[in-house]
């Protein structure tokens, strides 16, 4: 039946492990607004063809008297499926919105008029997306210009990507082909020419493709790729472009990678951890949350810490939003416990310090002369 539906609507094929449960769901609530069109369709040609049957005196006859139990069961039944389609629903959009733990990462950056990709061992490549069948790939999606949206027919899977931001969408393609990619977001003029490809590929297939683009174009990541040098292996690569964007950008001013306290939040544990906000909120430091601190710091503050962090929207590249975003997920299971702070001054002994004084009237002998005042130092309470 789900294929029947599927051929009548001219629908793509099936080709991700959530496109059937949406497809079921949308044949589901097509047949009920058919069936409920017909039956609407039927009671009024019902009631117009017995209504016109009139009695001696006029009236209309022809018509009998409802139970009085009819009207409060069609109105709860009306009001139970609608209710039993949304809890379906918002069971798929939980399950949609939350990609599995060995997903395989990918950044995507859209802007106009093309589509851009790097994966977590420094692959790249553009319009066309490779991925691996039957494995679970989570896609973090941002743009460089304009709202964009990412858009998969055959996996039924579509995502905005938001300039400044960063949203999260997954799919497991079920079997290797070549699938249409869309931008479904008007962004501009050549907006309809906004088109790419995910090519799903065999497992070996997909790492022998990795394999020659790291031997080919990026030579100096076949030791990496290979488990040499390094040890936490591929994975490291963007994060050790993360690690030197965090010091060019001056992120380690404020920010410590070992839970030492200091202006910032320290990132050692913070991936995936659950952050206090200033106005009483709880929430996840995941991938979206991490580019929101660095677009936008001052919309969640966090307990503990002032509003000190400048905006680096238009400041940082996709690249090096991602490659920071990177480093932080490396350091998720980094000691997230903090040391304990320099201890402060042991007392607030004055520091006496020199204060220029007006200097006196002309004809004075006396030379401007320096006052003394004191200034005790603040108190800082020990950790």
């Known amino acids: 039946m789900n294929e029947l539906f599927r051929r009548l609507l001219m629908l793509p094929p099936q080709a ?20 409920g069109w017909l039956g609407v369709l039927s009671a009024s040609i019902w009631f117009v063809v017995r209504g016109r049957r009139t009695g001696e005196n006029g009236a209309p006859r022809g018509l009998r008297k409802f139970p009085s139990w009819l009207e409060p069961a069609v109105i709860g039944a009306l009001l139970s499926g609608f209710v039993g389609v949304w809890l379906i629903g918002h069971a798929q959009y939980v399950h949609i919105q ?13 802007k106009q008029w093309m ?11 553009q319009h066309d997306l490779f991925v691996p069948a039957r494995r679970p790939v989570r896609l973090l999606i941002t743009s460089r210009d304009v709202v964009h949206s990412f858009f998969v027919p055959a996996f039924r899977i579509k995502q905005d990507a938001v300039p400044g931001r960063m949203t999260v969408a ?36 997909f790492e022998g493709w990795r394999r020659r683009f790291i031997d080919r174009d990026r030579p100096e990541l076949s030791a990496i790729s290979a488990g040499v040098g390094r040890a936490r292996g591929a994975t490291d690569d963007l994060a050790s472009q993360g690690e030197r964007v965090a010091s060019e950008r001056g992120c380690t001013r404020c920010h410590t990678i070992d ?24 929430i996840t430091a ?33 690249a090096e939003t991602g490659a920071l975003v990177a480093f932080i997920h490396s350091l998720e299971r980094a000691p997230s416990a903090p040391r304990r702070a320099p201890l402060p001054y042991p007392s607030t002994t004055p520091v006496v ?31």
Do not use: N
């Open 16 to 35: 991700s492990s959530v496109a059937r449960d949406v497809d079921t769901l949308h044949f589901a609530l097509i047949s009920v607004s058919v069936l």
């Open 98 to 110: 939350t990609p599995p733990r060995e997903s395989l990462d990918v950044y995507v950056v859209a």
């Open 115 to 125: 589509w851009s990709f790097a994966y977590e061992d420094g692959t790249a490549s």
């Open 170 to 205: 997954w799919f497991r393609a079920t079997q290797p082909g070549s699938y249409p990619l869309l931008c479904t977001e008007y962004c501009g003029l050549s907006h309809s020419r906004m088109r790419g490809r995910v090519i799903a590929l065999e497992p070996a297939h």
């Open 259 to 282: 839970g030492t306290p200091h202006l910032g939040p320290s990132w050692a544990g913070l991936y995936r951890s659950q952050v206090a906000l200033q106005d009483g909120r709880r």
């Open 286 to 318: 995941d991938d979206a949350y991490l580019t929101r601190s660095m677009m936008d710091p001052l919309h969640e503050l966090r307990v503990g810490f002032q509003a000190i962090m400048p905006s680096y929207l238009g400041e940082l590249s996709a």
């Open 353 to 383: 310090v020199p204060a220029q004084r007006a200097p006196g009237k002309p004809g004075d002998s006396a030379s401007p002369q320096l006052e003394v005042e004191t200034i005790p130092t603040p108190a800082t309470e020990r950790p």
